[in-house]
C-alpha cells in the first residue's frame, strides 16, 4: 500500500486487523554526506514520519481494538547542546536546531507527538547504527571516509555521540510490542567523544589518524549542522527503556561491537 494515502492505510488496518503495526518505513537510499542539504535529503522520509504516522494513527482508531503502534524515530543531534553530555527522554529536544536540519527536526518532533498522544503507542529514538548493511560497516561510506582522511576531527571534536549495534533495533521494537507508552531512547550503554571514537576506529582498522580541522574551516565546507555535529551534540541514556521495555542491547559497548564489525568480511548493504 502507499503509506501517504490515508484512505488505503485505513482499508488495510481494516482487513488485517492487526494487533499491532511495526512502522519503519524510511526512503534513505544514497543520502551522500552533504549536511548542507540535509532536509533535501530526508524529505520523502520525513513526510512518511508526519504524513504516514498520521494515516496509521487514524486507522488505528478506527478500530474496535487499536493496535499497538510502534514507530521509529531518531536521538542524537535533536538533543539541545545545552546541559549534561548525555540526555533522557524527559528533557526537551533542541528548540533551534541547526537551519539544514529544521525540517527534519520538526518531523521527528510531529512524530514523537503523535505516537505519544495514541493511547498505544510507542516511539524508538534509535542513533546511530553500526554493523552489517549501514554506513557504518566495513567497506560502508561512512567508515570509507574515515578511510581516506574525508571524516575530519572539528575543532576539539567534543560531541558526544551514542550509537547501536543494527541488531539490537529490531530487539527494542519486540521489547514495545507489549510494553511501555510514549517515547524510549535506544543506544548502547557507553556514549562517547566524537573525537576518541574516530581515532580509536582508526585504530581498530589501521587507516592514518583522522586529519583535524578548525569549526571555521567546517562551517564553510560542511554547514553549521556540521559543526555542531562534531563538536556539541550530547548523547542519549537508554535506562528508561531497560527499565519500562525490559530491553537491553546485545552489543552494549561500541568499542567491542566495532571491533567484531571492523574485522569481518565486508557485506554488501
Not at 215 to 232: D, E, H, K, S
Request: include cysteine; charge should be neutral; hydrophobic fraction near 40%.
Amino acid at each position: 500500500m502507499d503509506l501517504l494515502d490515508a484512505t488505503a492505510v485505513v482499508d488495510a488496518v481494516k482487513e488485517v486487523a492487526p494487533d499491532a503495526v511495526i512502522h519503519q518505513v524510511t526512503a534513505l537510499t544514497e543520502l551522500g554526506n552533504n549536511l548542507r542539504k540535509f532536509d533535501q535529503s530526508f524529505a520523502a522520509t520525513d513526510r512518511l514520519r508526519t504524513h504516514g504516522t498520521r494515516a496509521l494513527i487514524e486507522a488505528g482508531l478506527t478500530m474496535p481494538r487499536m493496535p499497538r503502534l510502534v514507530a521509529q524515530s531518531f536521538c542524537g543531534w535533536t538533543s539541545p547542546p545545552t546541559g549534561g553530555p548525555v540526555k533522557t527522554e524527559d528533557e526537551a529536544l533542541d528548540p533551534n536546531p541547526a537551519p539544514a536540519f529544521r525540517q527534519t527536526f520538526a518531523a521527528i518532533r510531529e512524530l514523537e507527538s503523535l505516537v505519544s498522544e495514541y493511547p498505544n503507542g510507542v516511539a524508538l529514538r534509535c542513533c546511530a547504527p553500526y554493523g552489517p548493511g549501514t554506513s557504518l560497516a566495513k567497506g560502508g561510506a561512512q567508515i570509507e571516509a574515515i578511510r581516506t582522511r574525508r571524516f575530519t576531527l572539528v575543532g576539539e571534536a567534543g560531541a558526544i555521540w551514542s550509537f547501536l549495534h543494527v541488531e539490537d533495533a529490531p530487539s527494542a521494537s519486540v521489547a514495545a510490542l507489549t510494553q511501555g507508552h510514549g517515547v524510549y531512547n535506544i543506544v548502547d550503554d557507553h556514549p562517547v567523544r566524537i573525537g576518541h571514537w574516530l581515532i580509536e576506529i582508526a585504530s581498530i582498522t589501521g587507516f592514518l589518524t583522522p586529519r583535524r580541522v578548525p569549526a571555521w574551516v567546517a562551517r564553510i565546507a560542511g554547514g553549521q549542522g556540521l559543526v555542531y555535529m562534531m563538536t556539541r551534540a550530547r548523547g542519549s541514556s537508554n535506562t528508561k527503556a531497560r527499565r519500562e521495555l525490559g530491553w537491553k542491547p546485545s552489543y552494549p559497548d561500541w568499542g567491542a561491537g566495532f571491533e567484531i564489525e571492523l574485522r569481518r568480511p565486508a557485506v554488501s548493504s
